[in-house]
C-alpha cells in the first residue's frame, strides 16, 4: 500500500506493454477510465465518512472496488489500478480504525461487508474490515487471519487473485504474530503467522503458475513477461517469512522451508521454481540456509528440465561462501545422518556431494551448467578450505569427467574454441591461477594439467600463456627438477608440436611472443644449489628439446646462459667444492651439446653467437683444460662462420664478433693462437665488398696486438703483422671507388691507427699516421658537401682533436704521439 | 356513512391491548409497499377493543347488531373474487339497538390457532385480519385492521448436510456440500465447492436463490420463479483440485419461510442454484432445494442487551454463550452439538447478533441493515453480465438439441449422504420452463 517502498514501481518503470488484445493507447484509455470512475467514487466514499454515513461510503468503495474486476487491463495498468484503489481504501481503513478505537464499534460490520455480490469488491472489503477488526481487538486474530486467507480463495482469476492475496499481505503484515508463545491462543503464535503466509503464498503460487498455461500459445512471450513482472508479489510471501522474528531455526526446518520446498518442487514451473529458490536464498538467513542445506540442494534436483539450477546453487554458495569468510571459516556445520546422527562436516563436502548427485539425476542439465557448478564449488573450496588443496582437487576430478563425458557426447577430443564449455573451463582453469599465484600449487593439483588438455589448441596456448604471465607477474622461482618437468608438462603446447595444432603455420609475431614467455619463464627455473640447478637445466632441456627448431631457438639461449652462470658459480665455489673443474668441464660438455643441437637444427648465428659467449665464459672461469675446450668453441664458431654465414653483412658482422671473441681470451697459447688468428686474418680478406674487406682487416689488426693486461704484455703480440693489418686495410679502402667511402673507410682507419699506437704498438710511426691524415684531407677536399661527408667530417675531425688532447697531455703509459704534425 | 348525507354515522377504531408492548413485522401489501403491523404468533391470544365514535354526538345509531371478527384468508389474485378463509372467528359486541354515545368494546379471541405465515406473493396473498362491522339496514360500517403473524419453527441444528458429486462427462466434475438443508432465516449457508475436473473455461461462479412460489392445483397451477439473491462466490477459472469457500449470509435477503401446500391452495419453496458461467456465457446450474424456517429469536432477548454497545468478542467465546441460551430457555429450538461444522460461520462474524439487529438502537447510521445488503449486493452484480431475463436466455436454443445429451447423470457415490434427488448438473439454465 505504500507508494515508495513497493518494489514494483521500480520493475513497472522498465518493463514495456506491448498488449496485443489491447494496444497502448487502448489500454491507457481503459486505465483513464477506470482511474476517473475510481477518483470519483472516493471522493463520494471520502465524503460520506465525513457525514458518518458509514454505509453510503461502503457502497462507494464497493463501486469503486468494482474496478478491480477486469479482465482487460495489462498486468502493468491493473497495477496502477490497483495502487490507486488500495491508496483510497487507506482512508475507510483509518476511518474505521478510529471509530472502533474510539469506541464506536459498527455491529457486524465483518457480516455485513460480506454482502457484496461480486466476490471482488467483498473480498477487498473484508479484508480491509478485518484488518481493523485485528487492530482493535487481537482475540480476534488468529481466526481471521485463517478465515481471510481461506476466503481469498474465492478468486481464482491469476492476475485478480494476486492482487487481491497481495492486499492481503500488505495489510497483516503488522499484525502478524511473532511470538512463539501467545498468552492467549486466541491472539495466534508465529506457527500460525507462518501458517497464513504459507497458505498465501501457496495459493498466490498456483495463480501465478497458472497464468503460464492461459491463452493463446503464439503469447508466450508476451505471457512469460508478464509473468516475470509479477514474480515480486509471489516472493513477497517469503519476504514476509522471513521478517517473523521468532522463527528460530528449528521452526525455519520443521515448518517454513519444507512447506516452501512442497509447493516450489510440485508447481512444475521452470520460472516459478527458478525465481522462488534464488528467493529462498536471499531473504532468508545465512544459518538457516546452513541448518538446512541438504534438503534445499535435494529439492533443486527435483526442479524442472528447464530451470536453471546452476543459478541457483552458484548463488547459495557464494552467499555461504561470503558468510563462511565474514565468520573466518568457522562455521558449525551439522548433518543429520541417515541414522538419525548429527555429524559435523564441512560446507564442500556438503556441496560437492549435492552437486555430484544433481548433475548426475539430471541428464538435461547442459555441459557448460555442469562446469559452472564446479567453478562455484571451486570457488567455495578456495575460499573457505583454503588449506584443503585436496577439495580443490576433487572439483577438478569432477570437472575433467565432466569433459570427458563431454567429449563422449560430441565425439571430438577436444572442447571447441569459444564455445560456452570452453570458456567456462577456461574459467575453471584460471580460477586456481589467480587464486593462488603461485604455479607450484598448481602442479600439486593433480588433476590441473589434466584438464588443460581437453582444451582445444589455442585455448591451451591461452591458458600457457596465462600462466607463464602469472610466473612472471610474481617472480616465483621453480627450484626442482620434478617441478620443471611439471611445469613444462603443462606448457606441453608451447614445449612442443601437438597432433592438434593447425596444418596452416603459425602467425610469426604470436608464436615469437608465445616462445619468448617461456624463454623467459626458464630463467625462473632457478635453485640456491648449483648440483640442483644443473639437473634443473638438464631436465629443462630434455624436456625442450622436443619442440624442434623453431622453438629451440627460442629455448636454448636461457638455458645456455643459465648454465654459463651456473660455471660461474662453481667457479666461486671452487673453495668449497673439490669437483668444480669437473662439473665444470661437464657443464660446458652439457652447452657444447645444447649448441650442436642448434646446429643440427640449421641454425648458425644463433650457435655461432652462443659458442662464442661459451668460449669467453671459458676462457674467464678457467679451470683445467679450459684452453682446449675455448679453442673448441671457437674453432666451432669460426667453422660455422665458414659452413653455413654465405650472406656478406652477416658475414662480416659474425667475423667481427670472432675477432673481438679472440681478442677477448687470453688463455690461448701460441699453439692455439697461431691458427685461429691466421684464419680469421685470411676470412677477413676474402670478404667480398672492399669496405667490409677493410674494415675486417683493420680488426684483424687486433688479433696481433693486445693491449697491456694487469701490466703485462700479450705474450703473442706481433706488431709487424698488426702493421700489415692496418697497411692492407688502408690499400683496400684506397681500392674503393667511391670517395666518400674511401674517406670514411680511412677515417675510421685513423682512429685505429691511433688505438694501435695508443696500446703501443711503436711499428705504427707518427709519419704513418700523417700520411693518412693527409690522405683523408685529400679525399674530402675532393669531396662535394651532404649531409655523409658532414659526418665524415665530423668524425675525421673528432679524432684529430683526440690526438691533439693527446699531443698536449699524453697518457703516461701509452706511446705519445711525438713529432706528429696536424696541420 | 349514509347515502342522502343525513342520519348518523360512526367511526370505528380497533384498539390492541398491548400495541405499544408487541413486536410489529414488516409485511408486503399487494401494492407492493410494506406497512408495519402488529406481530402474531400461533396460539397466541389477540384481544383488544373496538371503539365505536359518533360523528354527530347526541343523535342516536340504529343498528343491528356489532360485531368483531378474526379472519384468516387466502386470496389468489387470478381469483379476486373469491376469498378462501380458513379462520373465521366471531364475537359478538352488541345486539342490535340504538348507539347514544362514543361506546368502547372489549374484545378477546383467546388462544387463537393461527397455521401459516402471512405472505405475499406474485400471484398470491395470505393475511390476518380483525373486522370490526356495525350492521345496519342498507350499509354496514366496517373496519378492517390487518395483523402480522409469524410460524415459527425448529429444527434440530444438527441436521443433514447436502452434499453431492454433480457434473458433465468429461467435462465438469464437482462436488459441493452445503452445511444443512434447513436454514433459519437468519442463518449462514457455509459450505464448499470441490473441482473433480474442469475442462471448460469458467468464468465465474455464483449462487443464487431462488424462490418459486406454485398456486392453484391441476389445470389451474402457476408457477413463479423469483431471484431473491444472486451472489458471487468465485471468479476466474479454478483447475483440478481446487476448493472454493462458500459463505452466504441469508438475513440480508427478504425471505420467507418455506411454505408447503398451505391450505391446498399454494405453496413457496426455496432454491440454492449453484450457477457455474463459462466464458461463451454458457451456464452450467444445479439447483437444490433447502427449507428455510423461521426461527425464534425470544430467547436471546434477555441475554443481550442492546443498549449495551456489542462488543467484539471472540466468536469460540460465544459460542458457549450461545449454547447455554439454547438450552436454557428453548431446548427443542437449538441444541448446538459440537461436532457441528457451523464452526466456521460463527468465526467469520464475529460480533453477528440477532438480537441487535431488531431490538434495539443499532450503531449503524440510520439505515437499517436490509437496506444497506440491498446497497451492496445489488451494486454491481449485474454490471457486465447479460441481463439474465430468464426467457431471452440465448444459449437456451443452441444447447439444447435432443442428439446431444448435454446432462449426464453420475451415480451417487454410496458413502457419502444421500439426497433423495438425482444429482444432475443441469446445462443450460431453462428458467423458462415453469416447474420440473
Known amino acids: ?823 | 356513512m349514509s347515502f342522502f348525507g343525513f342520519g348518523q354515522t360512526a367511526d370505528i377504531e380497533i384498539v390492541f391491548d398491548d400495541a405499544d408492548k408487541r413486536k410489529v413485522a414488516e409485511v408486503k401489501t399487494d401494492d407492493g409497499k410494506k406497512e408495519k403491523l402488529l406481530l402474531y404468533y400461533d396460539g397466541e391470544t389477540v384481544s383488544g377493543r373496538v371503539n365505536v365514535t359518533l360523528r354527530k354526538p347526541g343523535s342516536k345509531l340504529e343498528h343491528q347488531g356489532i360485531k368483531v371478527e378474526l379472519i384468516g384468508q387466502i386470496e389468489l389474485f387470478y381469483d379476486r373474487g373469491n376469498h378462501h378463509e380458513f379462520i373465521s372467528l366471531v364475537k359478538e359486541l352488541a345486539r342490535p339497538g340504538d348507539l347514544l354515545q362514543h361506546t368502547s368494546y372489549p374484545f378477546e379471541f383467546a388462544n387463537v390457532e393461527k397455521p401459516y405465515e402471512v405472505y405475499t406473493g406474485a400471484n398470491v396473498r395470505l393475511r390476518y385480519f380483525l373486522r370490526a362491522t356495525i350492521v345496519r339496514r342498507l350499509t354496514d360500517i366496517v373496519k378492517e385492521v390487518d395483523i402480522a403473524v409469524h410460524t415459527l419453527c425448529s429444527y434440530p441444528d444438527v441436521l443433514n448436510s447436502i452434499k453431492m458429486e454433480v457434473g458433465i462427462e468429461d467435462c465438469l466434475h464437482i462436488e459441493f456440500e452445503y452445511n444443512k438443508s434447513k436454514y433459519h432465516l437468519k442463518d449462514v449457508i457455509v459450505g464448499k465447492i470441490y473441482f473433480l475436473l474442469v475442462r471448460i473455461k469458467i468464468k465465474h461462479m455464483e449462487i443464487s436463490i431462488i424462490k418459486r412460489e406454485t398456486t392453484g392445483s391441476g389445470p389451474n397451477t402457476f408457477t413463479e420463479n423469483e431471484t431473491v439473491a444472486k451472489y458471487e462466490i468465485m471468479d476466474g477459472a479454478p483447475v483440478r483440485g481446487e476448493s472454493i469457500p462458500i459463505r452466504v449470509f441469508l438475513a440480508g435477503y427478504d425471505l420467507t419461510p418455506t411454505m408447503r401446500d398451505i391450505n391446498n391452495k399454494f405453496s413457496v419453496r426455496y432454491y440454492l442454484n449453484l450457477v457455474l458461467m463459462d466464458t461463451e456465457d454458457r451456464r452450467y446450474f444445479k439447483q437444490q432445494e433447502v427449507t428455510l424456517w423461521r426461527k425464534s429469536d425470544k430467547s436471546r432477548l434477555p441475554l443481550h442487551n442492546a443498549h449495551h454497545p456489542q462488543t467484539l468478542s471472540h466468536p469460540s467465546q460465544q459460542m458457549p454463550t450461545r449454547q447455554l441460551s439454547a438450552s436454557s430457555e428453548d431446548n427443542s429450538t437449538r441444541s448446538v452439538s459440537p461436532s457441528h461444522p457451523n464452526l466456521m460461520q460463527r468465526s467469520i462474524s464475529p460480533s453477528m447478533n440477532d438480537g441487535d439487529k431488531h431490538n434495539g438502537p443499532s450503531e449503524m447510521e440510520q439505515e437499517k441493515p436490509d437496506v444497506i445488503t440491498n446497497k451492496l449486493s445489488n451494486a454491481h452484480i449485474d454490471n457486465n453480465e447479460p441481463e439474465d431475463d430468464e426467457e431471452e436466455e440465448p444459449v437456451l436454443e443452441k444447447t439444447l438439441p435432443a442428439e446431444k445429451p448435454l446432462i449426464a447423470e453420475k451415480p451417487q457415490v454410496a458413502e457419502k449422504p444421500v439426497i433423495a434427488e438425482k444429482p444432475v448438473l443441469n446445462r443450460p439454465e431453462s428458467e423458462a420452463s415453469p416447474s420440473q
Open chain 1, 1 to 823: 500500500m505504500d507508494r515508495i517502498d513497493h518494489p514494483f514501481l521500480y520493475i513497472w518503470s522498465s518493463a514495456q506493454m506491448t498488449n496485443q488484445a489491447s494496444p497502448v493507447e487502448e489500454q491507457e484509455k481503459l486505465l483513464d477510465d477506470a482511474l476517473n470512475i475510481v477518483k470519483v467514487q472516493a471522493f463520494q466514499m471520502k465524503r460520506c465518512l465525513d457525514k458518518s454515513k458509514l454505509m453510503d461510503a461502503l457502497k462507494h468503495a464497493s463501486t469503486m472496488l468494482g474496478e478491480l474486476r477486469t479482465s482487460l487491463l495489462s498486468p502493468k495498468s491493473y497495477y496502477e489500478l490497483y495502487m490507486a484503489i488500495t491508496d483510497e481504501l487507506r482512508h475507510l481503513e483509518l476511518y474505521l480504525l478510529e471509530e472502533f478505537q474510539k469506541g464506536r464499534k459498527v455491529a457486524d460490520l465483518y457480516e455485513l461487508v460480506q454482502y457484496a455480490g461480486n466476490i471482488v469488491p467483498r473480498l477487498y472489503l473484508l479484508i480491509t474490515v478485518g484488518l481493523v477488526y485485528i487492530k482493535t481487538n487481537t482475540n480476534l486474530r488468529r481466526d481471521l487471519l485463517k478465515d481471510l486467507v481461506e476466503m481469498c480463495r474465492g478468486v481464482q482469476h491469476p492476475l485478480r487473485g494476486l492482487f487481491l492475496r497481495n492486499y492481503l499481505l500488505q495489510c497483516t503484515r503488522n499484525v502478524l504474530p511473532d511470538t512463539s508463545e501467545a498468552q492467549n491462543e486466541n491472539e495466534g503464535t508465529v506457527k500460525d503467522a507462518i501458517d497464513f503466509v504459507l497458505m498465501n503464498f501457496a495459493e498466490m503460487n498456483k495463480l501465478w503458475v497458472r497464468m503460464q498455461h492461459q491463452g493463446h500459445s503464439r503469447d508466450k512471450e508476451r505471457r512469460e513477461r508478464e509473468r516475470s513482472e509479477l514474480r515480486i508479489l509471489v516472493g513477497t510471501n517469503l519476504v514476509r517469512l522471513s521478517q517473523l522474528e521468532s522463527v528460530t531455526v528449528d521452526d525455519y526446518r520443521r515448518l517454513v522451508l519444507p512447506g516452501i520446498l512442497e509447493q516450489v518442487v510440485s508447481c512444475r514451473d521452470a520460472i516459478a521454481q527458478e525465481y522462488l529458490m534464488e528467493c529462498i536464498i536471499q531473504v532468508f538467513p545465512d544459518e538457516f540456509h546452513l541448518a538446512n542445506l541438504q534438503p534445499f540442494l535435494k529439492s533443486c534436483a527435483e526442479l524442472q528440465p528447464g530451470v536453471n539450477i546452476k543459478n541457483i546453487i552458484i548463488a547459495l554458495i557464494e552467499r555461504l561462501a561470503t558468510y563462511s569468510q565474514r565468520n573466518e571459516g568457522n562455521i558449525n556445520l551439522s548433518v543429520v545422518q541417515e541414522d538419525g546422527q548429527e555429524q559435523e562436516v564441512q560446507l564442500f563436502e556438503v556441496f560437492s556431494d549435492q552437486v555430484a548427485a544433481i548433475t548426475q539425476s539430471r541428464t538435461d542439465m547442459p555441459p557448460e551448467d555442469m562446469l559452472s557448478l564446479q567453478l562455484a564449488l571451486l570457488k567455495l573450496a578456495q575460499r573457505c578450505h583454503p588449506n584443503k588443496l585436496n577439495y580443490v582437487d576433487r572439483v577438478l576430478a569432477h570437472t575433467d569427467k565432466i569433459c570427458a563425458d563431454i567429449h563422449v557426447a560430441s565425439g571430438k577430443t577436444h572442447l571447441e574454441h569459444n564455445t560456452a564449455v570452453f570458456k567456462e573451463l577456461m574459467k575453471i582453469l584460471k580460477l586456481p591461477a589467480d587464486h593462488y599465484k603461485n604455479i607450484l600449487t598448481l602442479i600439486k593439483l593433480q588433476k590441473y594439467a589434466p584438464l588443460i588438455r581437453h582444451l582445444n589448441h589455442p585455448g591451451r596456448i591461452m591458458i600457457a600463456v596465462h600462466l607463464i604471465n602469472d610466473v612472471l607477474d610474481t617472480d616465483c622461482t621453480i627450484s626442482t627438477p620434478e617441478d620443471v618437468e611439471a611445469v613444462l608438462s603443462m606448457l606441453d603446447v608451447l614445449v612442443k608440436d601437438q597432433p592438434d595444432q593447425p596444418t596452416t603455420e603459425p602467425d610469426v609475431e604470436d608464436f615469437m611472443e608465445e616462445q619468448g614467455l617461456l624463454a623467459r619463464l626458464i630463467h625462473h627455473f632457478k635453485s640456491d644449489s648449483a648440483d640442483l640447478q644443473y639437473l634443473i637445466l638438464s631436465a629443462a632441456r630434455k624436456t625442450l628439446q622436443g619442440g624442434g627448431a623453431r622453438r629451440i631457438q627460442h629455448t636454448f639461449p636461457p638455458i645456455l646462459f643459465h648454465a654459463y652462470r651456473l660455471a660461474f658459480l662453481y667457479h666461486e665455489l671452487k673453495d668449497q667444492d673439490e669437483m668444480w673443474e669437473k662439473k665444470c668441464q661437464k657443464i660446458f660438455q652439457f652447452c657444447h651439446q645444447t649448441i650442436s643441437m642448434l646446429v643440427k637444427a640449421e641454425l648458425a648465428e644463433l650457435p655461432l653467437r652462443l659458442y662464442l659467449q661459451g668460449a669467453l665464459a671459458i676462457s674467464e672461469i678457467g679451470f683445467a683444460n679450459h684452453e682446449t675446450i675455448a679453442y673448441e668453441f671457437l674453432s666451432q664458431a669460426f667453422s660455422l662462420y665458414e659452413d653455413e654465414i654465405s650472406d656478406s653483412k652477416a658475414q662480416l658482422a659474425a667475423i667481427t664478433l670472432i675477432i673481438a671473441t679472440f681478442e677477448q681470451i687470453n688463455c690461448f697459447g701460441a699453439e692455439n693462437a697461431e691458427p685461429m688468428r691466421t684464419q680469421c686474418a685470411l676470412a677477413a680478406s676474402k670478404l667480398l665488398k672492399k669496405p667490409d674487406q677493410s674494415r675486417a682487416v683493420a680488426l684483424c689488426a687486433h688479433l696481433f696486438w693486445k693491449p697491456v693486461k694487469d701490466g703485462k704484455p700479450w705474450a703473442l703480440n706481433d706488431a709487424g703483422r698488426a702493421l700489415d693489418c692496418v697497411k692492407k686495410a688502408a690499400r683496400v679502402a684506397q681500392q674503393c671507388m667511391d670517395g666518400a667511402v674511401q674517406a670514411q673507410l680511412l677515417a675510421e682507419l685513423l682512429g685505429r691507427y691511433a688505438l694501435l699506437r695508443e696500446r703501443g704498438n711503436a711499428a705504427l710511426t707518427t709519419n704513418l699516421i700523417e700520411a693518412v691524415i693527409q690522405k683523408i684531407r685529400e679525399e674530402l677536399a675532393n669531396l662535394d658537401q651532404s649531409e655523409e661527408v658532414e659526418q665524415i667530417t665530423k668524425h675525421f675531425h673528432n679524432t684529430l682533436q683526440h690526438l691533439k688532447n693527446r699531443m698536449e697531455c699524453p697518457d703516461p703509459e701509452g706511446l705519445g704521439y711525438e713529432g706528429l704534425t696536424l696541420s
